[in-house]
């Protein structure tokens, strides 16, 4: 979606709400992905010599759990918003994303919140303990450790065998 920002400063006297549904599910979030498409709304007000915009939007987030691998689907809210100054469309450093209309780019606007928002690392749960070096599978679910454990009570055993002889 774009919104023309120069326009609405010469004539947008009203608020303007737009809702739109942006299909973001070939682009990549750190490789993370949003597969289904995002309800999103975005909101341009002019105050005085100001536009204020605000864009909210919930995406389900597809990633996998850093540590264990296992799938990972969060909900990722969007709540941003900015407020332009008219001098800042004449500025090459603008920081939000526009055609080369100079027409504000609202999904990209949308792809870089998001892009921002989601954890670089997703974990399945906070306490997930990985997979296990030994049997790879996941260290809840393997017997590895009690294994290890137990040869080295049985060690520690020994030795007190040893003593007692
Ligand atoms: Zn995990
Ligand atoms: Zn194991």
Redesign the pocket.
Known sequence: MLFDLQRFFSMGASPTEKRFTADLSARDFCGAHVPAPIEAVFTAERQEDEVWLHLTANAEVCGV?A??L?PVVRQQAVDAEWTVKKKDLEDPDFELPRDEKGQLDVEEWLYQELLFQIPTVL???TD?Q?LCPVCGKKRQECSCQKAATSTSADARLSILKTLLN
């Open positions: 759990c540590r264990c296992d974990l399945c749960s997930c990985g």
